[in-house]
């Protein structure tokens, strides 16, 4: 009976050990059981790819706590809702902390003042603070302090709170970039200026009173500082020069790099400069210090640095070569037409001229989150957290900006209020805590500058403002008096080209604006030399762009006036007409049809007509031409009006 118990099935149950070890032993490759030898060897003989074993795991794109706060924080309208001029192109928007004033500035050495108030700013103040250009400008980070430097060897100071103009510094050298270099709330402040002809930087009292620089910093660099910029967090400045070689030192003591920052600048990457063979046209702190961003030429680079490190964080290509491709591959932010994208490049390649290059910015908005940069299509906002793109202010303005400011107004009613308050759904906050930020721009070749604000209702034809009389108006006031600013208007014009005369009768009781602009030009000699750009047989002629490539032109009153529409038809040819980029976008060129255009009705503005000098007009529209330019260049020598 034992024995028989001892075979029953009960007696040959296999232990957790045995099946474990068996199972360690059966053939299994790669995951996968083979039945045979042949099996297996087939399976190590197979190519190509294979499914994966498992799903691969999504990569969680980085979100920004509170995004949406931030942005809120930015103005909501990406069209500009309201432009102001100065005589002469401007040249910097400055605006300033804690004490909300905008300082702006234009190459004949005009410095005004403006008061941030809700909905807009109020002039306040003009001075001529150089007799020539202004070379830079720099505020203080506590926004007490201004500082214009001019190509006439002047330095001036002004006090930003009481808007007067403080000290003069009188220089023996032409000055090349200026800084405050002392903290917030210091009692002496502190102003650097770099010499344009040595790689020295001065150290000036900048309460005025003394014209020799209380110190003078020979021995770091090599070339001349092109720019400059203080961190108050860590009472360092950054500086670069020609040569590409970016510095730190404190403006006080042993002026030496700081020991809070990096031991060895070989651990940085601040020779990228160096590397590339480009100089840094501007650096600006973010506002806690953190970082600082850069845009150089010629690489057309925008990097961004962690300031104790001084690593690099983010590079962003704005290059022609990378814009054309991006535009070819049909990869850009925007897909422009080519014509339109043609117009924009040609303006993209005039930045780099010297009258330009420096004024050329990046800035921070006051999270530290989110830089703005102007781009060929338009005023780009990049998360650098998320590295995307997340607004474009002005895509569809005919304008390219330069120098950007930006203001993220502050609350009415003042008083502590967390992100986590500002994202809330309280309507009583939100209430008492309404902000309103504004987004201020210069634009390559503009005698005005740019607002975008939350106004969402804006009308093209009112929100450009003339507050300055036209340049060659005012020249001409000194010399013959009141008479010589009213409206220059006439009835007729004669066109004498390389080609011969063309006669016009003019219709300024039709379109008395567009006949005045027309008028003034003339006169003035804006259209002398200027040639007939573009040119469609059985259609018109087209000229009046100082630039040639119908990109250039502007009214005489700086921007675009708006359309005028009347009783006159395009039911005949040889109507005279402006040329335009949109509804109410008229600047300085006209053409002159050949042919009925009665699918333009509504669309040009009509102010004249052609009437003598007709086998001209045919001669020009006849012309061998290339992509709608003549291969020889047709000029308009003069203009006579009566």
Known sequence: MDEDRSTTPASHKRTRSEVEGEASHSPVKNGKSHQNEDDDTSSGDDMGPQLPSEAPKKKKRRKLPFEKSYLASLPSSTRYSKSLMHKEQTSFVTMTPFTDFLITSSVDGVVKFWKKVMDGIEFVKEFRAHVGEIRCVAVSTDGRSFASAGQDKTVKLFDVITFDLLFMLNLEYTPRAVCWVHKRGASMPLLAVSDDAHPSINIYDGQGGNQEPLHRITGMHRNSVAVMAYNDAYDCVVSADEGGMLEYWRPSGSYEKPESVFQYKSSTNLFEFKKSKSVPMSITISPSGSQFA?????????????????????????????????????????????????????IEREIEAPSTRNKINVIFDESGHFILYGSILGIKVINTFTNRVVKVFGKDENIRSINLCLYQGQPEKKGVVTISMAASANPLLQEAETRDPMLVSTAAGKVRFYLFTNQEEISKSERDIQNEKPRHLTSKAGQAGPSSILKQTGTSAILHTTYGDIHIRLYPDAAPKAVENFITHARNGYYNNTIFHRVIRKFMIQGGDPLGDGTGGESIWGGEFEDEFSSLKLDKPYMVCMANAGPN???????????????????????????????????????????????????????DVS
């Not at 009437?611 to 007009?617: C, F, P, Q, S």
Request: hydrophobic fraction near 35%; aromatic fraction near 10%.
């Open 294 to 346: 850069t845009y150089s030429l010629p690489d057309r680079k925008i990097r961004v640095f962690d300031f104790s490190s001084g690593k690099l964080y983010r590079t962003y290509d704005e290059s022609l070569d990378t814009i054309s491709e991006m535009q070819q591959a049909g990869t850009a932010l925007q897909k422009l037409d080519e014509l339109e994208f043609g117009r924009r490049l040609a």
């Open 585 to 639: 976008s008229n600047a300085s060129q006209y053409f002159i049809t050949t042919e009925k255009a009665p699918w333009l009705q509504g669309k040009h503005t009509i102010f004249g007509r052609a009437i003598g000098g007709l086998d001209v007009v045919h001669k020009i529209e006849n012309t061998k031409v290339y992509k709608e330019r003549p291969e020889e260049d047709i000029k308009i020598v003069n203009i």
